[in-house]
């Protein structure tokens, strides 16, 4: 897997002002296995070099001040958008009028992070940062490289004599953090809070209710998706249909019997990316259920009949949602015989679809908890579920073989979704990624 490397030499602070500013004034150079984000072109020489000049501390300081969130907070439709997200994410929000790169910092709450960076001038600095790249890596390597070039700062300071910053403060808070209080904090920071500034005590109460409640990996995957102003009221509401599910006397043997058979196929290809083994668990279950060449799942109800599942035991495994809901695309909890119950979010006929495909994938999955959750944010897990459901309603090698010619137009796009039983976004998303054809631009 790809690390992030950051080297930095010790510099003459010229006319700098401020303390801590003069003690860690630096050449400064990133590079992920040998692609160089710092690789500038300097307006005024017009020379090119792989490393920027700038004091140290804010950089630092920046990762400190928002370490909880850098390390848990998976990014959404909603948050992604948002200029505090922007400011928790990107290297930039540190610069202070300095030259960083526009380096964005993602979590995928598997233990791996993206890394985003991009070309952009900087005219006010006279340089101007050159290429860009996407790169996933290691979270461990990243955490360990970040906290170690934190302490490096705060021993640049001490050997400056200067013991009393805000950096150091901060970071001393982070390393004293016991256990318990390291899941509060990482529970407010996937929330995208600072844990040590929360001035609602109902957002900390609720932090601790759901920790105590959830499985962990249930936990997390909520937190991604859930706005922290109604965080207590979206937590009942997870947690009352888990308690909804646990109650019903609801039995479909042929889905426990098929989790069981499915059993250890995801983690055999646990090497790949989350699309990856969502294609391939998708083109597994296909096999296994005899499915062939069908086209299409037009409907909620060939879906339970895919599965072999009577009318009406489906028809009760499977709850609509709305209003309140919206936080959550659907949702499987486990009933008292272990069986699943499934609540997906009102839509159209293919938006629910796809999405009870997402839960059905998660359930045939999960192992570490009895319920999941569906959700927009861009997590590992979500990636995954997403990747599965178009896999499993149209293939891409069923879609290669209704595709002539070197282009695709919108048209022949929507004719392909009717026929497929799916929306126009699974299509193009299928052909995107898989790489099957150009899309026309002309409309």
């Not at 599965?307 to 028809?315: K, Q």
């Not at 709850?319 to 909890?333: E, I, M, P, Q, R």
């Not at 569906?374 to 997403?386: A, G, L, P, W």
Request: hydrophobic share 40%; aromatic share 10%.
């Amino acid at each position: 897997m790809n690390k992030l490397s950051i080297d930095y030499e010790w510099e003459d602070p010229g006319g700098a002002r401020g303390p801590e500013l003069r003690a860690t004034w630096a050449r400064l150079r990133m590079a992920v296995d040998g692609n160089v984000i710092t690789r500038v072109e300097d307006h005024a020489s017009h020379g090119l070099r792989d490393g920027v000049y700038l004091p140290l501390y804010p950089v630092a300081e920046w990762m400190a001040m928002n370490w909880w969130s850098l390390l848990g907070e998976v990014a959404s439709p909603g948050r992604e958008n948002s200029k505090g997200y922007w400011r928790r994410h990107n290297l930039a929000a540190a610069s202070e009028g300095f030259a960083l790169p526009r380096l964005l910092i993602r979590p995928g709450g598997e233990g791996t992070f993206s890394l985003d960076w991009r070309s952009v001038q900087l005219p006010d600095q006279r340089v101007s940062f050159l290429g860009g790249g996407q790169a996933v890596v290691d979270g461990a390597e990243l955490i360990a490289t970040l906290g170690g070039f934190i302490r490096a700062v705060i021993g640049r300071l001490e050997e400056e004599g200067i013991r009393d910053s805000l950096l150091a403060e901060e970071w001393a808070a982070i390393e004293a953090t016991d256990p318990e209080e390291r899941d509060f904090c990482m529970a407010a920071g996937r929330l995208g809070l600072d844990p040590y500034d929360i001035q609602d005590e109902t957002i900390t109460d609720a932090i601790i209710r759901i920790s105590e409640t959830l499985p962990a990996s249930l936990a997390n995957e909520f937190y991604a998706a859930a706005d922290p102003r109604l965080i207590s009221e979206q937590g009942g509401i997870l947690l009352g249909f888990l308690s909804e599910a646990g109650e019903l006397d609801l039995d479909i043997s042929t889905f426990r019997n098929l989790k069981d058979e499915m059993a250890g196929r995801l983690s055999s290809v646990s090497s790949q990316t989350p699309w990856r083994q969502g294609y391939d668990f998708a083109r597994q279950l296909r096999r296994l259920l005899n499915w062939g060449e069908a086209p299409f799942v037009p409907s909620i109800e060939s879906l339970g009949t895919l599965f072999r599942i009577p009318p009406g035991l489906w028809s009760r495994s499977v709850a609509l949602k709305n209003g309140a809901w919206d936080f959550l695309s659907g949702a499987v909890g486990a009933t008292r015989h272990g069986a699943p119950y499934f609540a997906i979010q009102k839509r159209r006929e293919p938006g629910k679809v796809f999405t009870l495909c997402r839960a059905i994938f998660e359930y045939l999955t999960t192992t570490d908890a009895p319920a999941a959750i569906v959700t927009q944010t861009y997590s590992d897990r979500q990636k995954r579920n997403r990747a599965f459901a178009a896999e499993f309603i149209a293939p891409a090698e069923q879609l290669r073989g209704c595709i002539r010619g070197d282009t695709i137009a919108e048209e022949d796009i929507q004719e392909l979704a009717e026929a497929f039983g799916t929306s126009e976004f699974v299509i193009r998303h299928q052909i995107r990624n898989h790489g099957i054809i150009n899309i026309s631009e002309w409309f």
